[in-house]
């Protein structure tokens, strides 16, 4: 289900925005599905909320609505588990302003000192929610950086915080095995610092794992259209209904209740106004940046591309850009892609920067022009990549194939030749 936690935040010591300003930073950072979710049940309660559906015939608005039942997501189970802590109200709505925060992986990447500067919150108060938040599962969540999110699990794991924090403090002392080292820096014996090296062997490096996560209902409101030889970023009509707030004078309403209804009518509309301007901004960008691969053609490439890349473009924060995009998608010809696809960092190596994409791309090129008898060992693949500038580790090309599900040298060995992508045809499965 979506966020419910619109973070009424009116208490002493809470966070000071103001209403339409909450309302705003809530309905960015929600997923496409959950938005529509919060409107339908505003629309239901609302009599000055006016709702136009998309469109012809059954939409994506129809559909989100009807999928009240899928499984719980990340979001529910963190607000579910925050409020069985007992806490304070400031400490509970800042844990759960915190939630919105997260990344797909369940890492907090927004700085604490940042959200207090935009939001007014007390950071002690910040702290407490963070502190809230991470006792919550899967161990890990709200962390930093990895050598929080393994900390959070050793302690998970009934580890002393104080020793999790210091032991994954040296990292690649336990990686290259220094026990004699460590055992200096730990006062531990050996015997113990292996057992702690067995359990950071185990754990994984992000709070939530792709395969684990709760499949997210994916309604892209970007389309990118091709215009000729170029591509242009619209809103996607079929996505979203239009809101209204229906015209009233507002000083002859009664009543306190039907002004508070017309006021948070209001504040709805401008919410997601600013939400599509927002998003159709940033879309704008990506176009542009990313035109090879909306464009086609025999090698769709993918450019290396920041959020703060975007935001200094903009003049926006990159945070703003995080919210903006978390959880959503665009559509191009006719295939959806969550916006998490076109961001990446630049692989070493070459004048020209590499995005994993096209390195991934050109690794299922390479073998699918194998000889059949002779495959290509993943030192091989690295040694074509780097001679053509791109400077990846051995692992690293290992990772990429097994993402794209392209067996091991061996296995493709005892197998029948790849299809022209890469890949294995469905008789050789």
């Not at 006792?135 to 999110?149: H, S, T, V």
């Not at 690293?396 to 296995?411: D, E, G, L, N, Q």
Request: overall charge neutral.
């Amino acid at each position: 289900m979506a966020l419910k936690s619109r973070v009424n935040l009116t208490t002493r010591q809470a966070l000071t925005l103001s209403g339409q300003m909450r309302e705003s930073l809530t309905i960015l950072r929600l997923p496409t599905a959950a938005l529509l979710d919060d409107i339908a049940r505003e629309a239901a309660e609302n009599p000055f909320l006016v709702v136009e559906g998309p469109a012809g015939g059954t939409s994506a608005f129809d559909y989100a609505i009807e999928t009240t039942a899928a499984p719980e997501s990340l979001i529910d189970t963190l607000t579910r588990q925050l409020a069985l802590q007992r806490l304070d109200p400031p400490t509970l709505a800042a844990a759960s302003y915190l939630v919105g925060e997260l990344r797909e992986d369940g890492y907090l990447d927004t700085a604490l000192d940042e959200i207090a500067a935009e939001t007014g919150a007390p950071l002690d108060i910040l702290e407490r929610g963070l502190h809230a938040l991470q006792r919550c599962e899967p161990a890990g969540i709200g962390a930093r950086d990895l050598p929080e999110c393994l900390a959070l699990q050793l302690i998970d794991a009934g580890i002393d915080g104080a020793l999790a924090r210091r032991a994954t403090a040296h990292l690649t002392d336990f990686a290259e095995g220094r026990w004699p080292r460590l055992e200096k820096l730990l006062s531990l014996p050996e015997a113990r610092l292996r057992q702690i090296a067995d359990l950071l062997r185990r754990f994984p490096s992000h709070p939530v794992e792709g395969d684990t996560a709760a499949p997210a209902i994916l309604i892209p409101e970007i389309r990118i259209d091709r215009i000729g030889r170029r591509v242009e970023a619209r809103l996607n009509a079929d996505a979203i209904p239009r809101v209204a707030v229906l015209s009233a004078d507002r000083a002859a309403l009664t009543g306190g209740d039907l002004r508070g209804l017309y006021d948070r009518a209001g504040a709805l509309a401008a919410a997601i106004g600013a939400r599509l301007t927002t998003l159709k901004r940033i879309a704008t960008v990506i176009a542009a940046r990313q035109e090879a691969f909306f464009l086609g053609g025999a090698a769709p490439s993918l450019q290396p591309l920041s959020r703060a890349e975007i935001a200094a473009e903009l003049d926006l924060h990159p945070s703003t850009v995080g919210r903006a995009l978390n959880g959503k998608a665009l559509i191009a010809d006719g295939k959806v892609h969550p916006f998490s696809r076109f961001f990446s960092r630049p692989l070493p190596g070459g004048a020209a920067p590499v995005s994993p994409f096209d390195a991934q791309r050109r690794i299922r090129e390479l073998v699918a022009a194998e000889d059949p008898g002779a495959p290509l060992a993943d030192a091989k693949i690295q040694s074509h990549l780097k001679n053509e500038g791109v400077d990846i580790a051995r692992r690293t090309v290992a990772k990429y194939r097994k993402c794209m599900r392209i067996p091991s040298s061996f296995a493709r060995r005892t197998r029948k030749p790849l299809a022209k992508d890469g890949s294995q045809p469905p008789s050789g499965d």
